[in-house]
């Protein structure tokens, strides 16, 4: 499974930004998508994750009502709406596929990732 993301910018606190991630190869042998973060001397850390045939979501808490995730089967894309962004969601973002429940936040267990898109936020 090869994971491509992309739509990162820098953009002023309070903008949206929309992430994509476009998967290619053996799919079928995954069942969630999800993105991550790492900011600059930061851990690793979950955003949201969703099923690719259920549409069952999972959001970390500082992102709930701010962030939407969704995802376009017939286009093996998985999408990252980003509203009213703040300084502190400044980060690498990188989306990642694994067979397991989205209710899985450990990024160590997910099998493949993608390169990561940066996403800036200035104050």
């Known amino acids: 499974v090869q994971l491509q993301a992309f739509g990162g910018g820098l953009v002023q606190a309070g903008d949206s930004l929309r992430l994509s991630c476009a998967a290619s190869g053996r799919t079928f042998s995954t069942n969630t998508i999800a993105w991550f973060r790492q900011a600059p001397g930061k851990e690793r850390e979950f955003v949201a994750a969703?099923?690719?045939?259920?549409?069952?979501?999972n959001y970390a808490d500082p992102v709930k009502g701010r962030f939407t995730i969704s995802r376009d089967n017939a286009k093996k894309t998985m999408y990252l709406q980003m509203n009213s962004l703040k300084p502190e969601d400044t980060a690498v973002y990188y989306c990642a596929a694994a067979y397991i429940d989205t209710s899985v936040t450990t990024w160590g267990v997910y099998d493949y990732w993608g390169q990561g898109t940066q996403v800036t936020v200035s104050s």
């Open positions: 969703i099923s690719w045939s259920g549409g069952r979501t």
